[in-house]
């Protein structure tokens, strides 16, 4: 049997799928493809070893450089493995190794910045002086009044400075102990005149002897927080004295208004104007006898005046006897009478009477002494809510305003509860304003991922939520595409109509020993169409020796 065979120039056949796939890939590709696996394995590491990091909790916090040194220098000697946050005011240890490395650096007096009190004590060495033992305990004295005035609310730090002098019997005259206290607050509080007093007097109470007066409480700020009443004015005063009267005055407000429109839907304010002048004033007023009672005699003089009668001319009538007297020269008796005439008064004398009467008047003396601290004028401004309901169709909350009837009602009470008074100038002015609901926004829970827990969880799943989306997006648009075109076989280009070497391999017919020799039959008639459906059957079955007769063709082999 005589058959024509083409030559055709075949390639060696990759032994497995991946080498046979990886060579359908061009250089780019292959490129391309090594550094997505690169790239992966980078992030699978990286994954891998940050899963086996322990959780990092803070050891100390607010610590100064010193202690922060020597704290540092301590781990790396117990081989801690530590870190630093942002700024470096705190250390992070792990989190099953926090409660032991803080035990063993205090059992070596680390931190040394915090406070200490009376365990000092303990520690006391042998052959120490009188002199150390005593400033020991004035430490520990101070350690143990830092640690209860910290325990306040609003102190955020404290130092005690306590100064106690030397008692000696030989000296005539002792000194006193003092002490200074130095309060560092927490932002936006502030301490009242009471809780000052406090610190002053857990000060004085602990160190014997000590006069409370002789404490000084100071700020932060500098300012001195325990002066005398004295010292800080009378401004002050009177205007906590105005404050407390204001509070009082919003106080019955509320509790009068409350009970009627509900707790949480009035709002008060109540301004005084206080009259703190100190006038003395003194009247002194005359008035006549009141009603018909006689005067009351304070003094009487009665004065009493008078001469004796003189004698007749008696006598034999003669020139003698008919000479007239001589004029008498008494001032008192008057001018001389004339001869031969004889008067009452000569008979009886000249006598004068004189009465002084003095009468008491009546005197009114007054002293008035106004009180300081007097009202002089009030003004009230008070907010009402509107009523609260529900709306009976959409069954939605609604408000109305209160009747002006109501209002008018509510303003007279207001009115009445602070004692207004239209001559003082007093005002009340009462208005009805639906409030801002701010009540449901409070009692609302803040969304999941404003919760402390949850922002901790999200900030430590943050890097490796982001390094598997970046594992996923190099998979995705390096790794896929790759083995994609591995596993998809590269589409030959078609085959002309006519190949006369596939002709001849179609046509081989392939001998068969063990068989006789068939009897040869009649070769049909190849169409073109038979041959292009050969083709493309050949191109399916067999794509290797197809792919070696179109190289062929291309290297110009073929005939």
Same mark, same amino acid.
């Given at each position: 049997?005589?058959?024509?065979v ?7 056949v990759h032994?497995n ?13 292959k490129?391309?493809l ?6 992966l394995?980078?992030?699978a ?11 990092m909790?803070?050891?100390?916090a ?14 790396s000697?117990?081989?801690v ?5 942002e700024?470096?005011?705190a250390?992070m240890v ?5 409660h ?6 205090a ?12 365990e ?7 052959g ?6 005593r400033?020991t305990?004035q ?19 404290a130092?005690?400075?306590l ?6 019997g030989?000296?005539?005259?002792q000194?006193?102990p003092?002490?200074?206290?130095l ?10 005149k009471?809780?000052?007093a ?6 004085a109470?602990?160190?014997p ?9 100071v700020d ?6 325990s002066a005398?009443p ?10 906590q ?7 009082l005055y919003?106080?019955?407000?509320l509790?009068?208004i ?6 949480g839907?009035?709002?008060a ?13 003194t ?12 005067g009351?005699?304070?003094s ?8 004796p ?19 008498g020269?008494?001032p008192?008796n ?13 008979k009886?004398?000249?006598?004068r ?7 008491e008047?009546?005197?009114t003396?007054?002293? !008035? %002494? *106004?009180?300081? =601290?007097t009202v002089?004028?009030l003004?009230a401004a @008070?907010?009402v809510?509107h009523?609260?309901g529900t #709306? ?6 609604t ?7 109501q ?6 009470? !207001? %009115? *009445?509860?602070? =004692?207004?008074?239209k001559?003082?100038?007093?005002? @009340? ?5 639906p409030f801002? #609901?701010?009540k449901?926004?409070?009692?609302a829970?803040?969304a ?5 827990d ?5 900030r430590?799943?943050?890097f490796?939520?982001?390094m ?35 002709s ?6 392939p ?5 006789p ?7 049909p ?8 459906a050969?083709?493309?059957?050949l191109?399916?079955e067999?794509?290797?020796a ?14």
């Open positions: 049997m005589s058959t024509t083409a030559d055709v120039d075949f390639q060696p032994r799928a991946f080498s046979a796939g990886l060579a359908r890939l061009d250089n780019a590709q490129v391309k090594g550094l997505g696996a690169l790239a394995l980078a992030i590491l990286a994954l891998f070893f940050m899963g086996r990091q322990p959780e909790r803070v050891l100390y607010n610590l100064n450089d010193k202690d922060g040194g020597a704290i540092v220098a301590q781990l000697q117990m081989q493995p530590y870190q630093y946050t700024g470096g005011s250390i792990p989190a099953d190794k926090v032991d490395v803080r035990l063993r650096l059992s070596q007096g680390l931190p040394k910045g915090s406070v200490s009190g009376f000092l004590m303990e520690a006391n060495r042998f120490m002086t009188q002199f150390q033992e400033l305990f430490r520990g004295l101070e350690g143990e009044l830092t640690r209860s005035i910290q325990s306040l609310s609003s102190v955020q730090a130092r005690v400075h100064a106690l002098p030397n008692q000696n030989f000296f005539r005259e000194q006193k003092s002490a200074s206290v309060l560092t607050l927490h932002p936006g509080r502030t301490l009242d009471a809780q000052v406090g610190i002053v007097h857990l000060v109470s602990s160190v002897e000590m006069n409370p007066k002789a404490v000084s409480v932060d700020a500098g300012s001195l927080l005398a004295e010292a800080q004015g009378v401004d002050l005063q009177r205007l004295y105005t404050q407390q009267i204001e509070q919003t106080r019955r407000i509790d009068m409350e009970p009627l429109v509900g707790v839907n009035v709002k304010q109540v301004s005084a104007e206080m009259d703190f002048s100190e006038v003395e004033s009247s002194e007023q005359h008035r006549p006898n009141q009603g018909g009672e006689p009351a005699v304070r009487q003089q009665i004065v009493e005046d008078g001469t009668p003189q004698a007749l001319p008696a006598g034999v009538p003669g020139a003698t006897s008919n000479q007239p007297p001589a004029t020269t008494a008192i008057g001018a001389a009478a004339p001869l031969g005439v004889a008067s009452n008064a000569d009886a004398g000249n006598q009477r004189e009465s002084v009467i003095n009468y008047v009546d005197k003396v007054k002293v !008035v %002494r *106004e009180a300081t =601290g002089k004028r003004t @008070v907010v809510n009523r609260g #709306d009976p169709k959409s069954g939605k909350p408000s109305t305003a209160i009747p002006p009837e209002l008018e009602q509510m303003t007279a009470l !207001v %009115r *009445e509860t602070i =004692g207004f008074s001559d003082r100038g007093d005002s @009340v002015n009462l208005v009805n304003a801002s #609901d701010n449901a926004a409070e009692e829970p803040p999941w991922w404003m919760l402390p949850n922002q901790d969880l999200l430590e799943m943050a490796p939520a982001g598997v989306l970046l594992g996923l997006v190099i998979l995705m648009g390096m790794v896929r595409p790759g083995l994609k075109l591995m596993k998809t076989p590269a589409t030959p280009p078609k085959p002309e109509p006519v190949v006369p070497q596939l001849a391999v179609l046509n081989e017919e001998e068969r020993p063990a068989l020799e068939p009897t040869p039959e009649p070769e008639v190849v169409t073109p169409d038979k041959r292009l050969d083709a493309k059957r191109a399916l067999n794509p290797v197809v792919a070696n007769i179109v190289k062929g063709w291309v290297n110009g082999d073929g005939s």
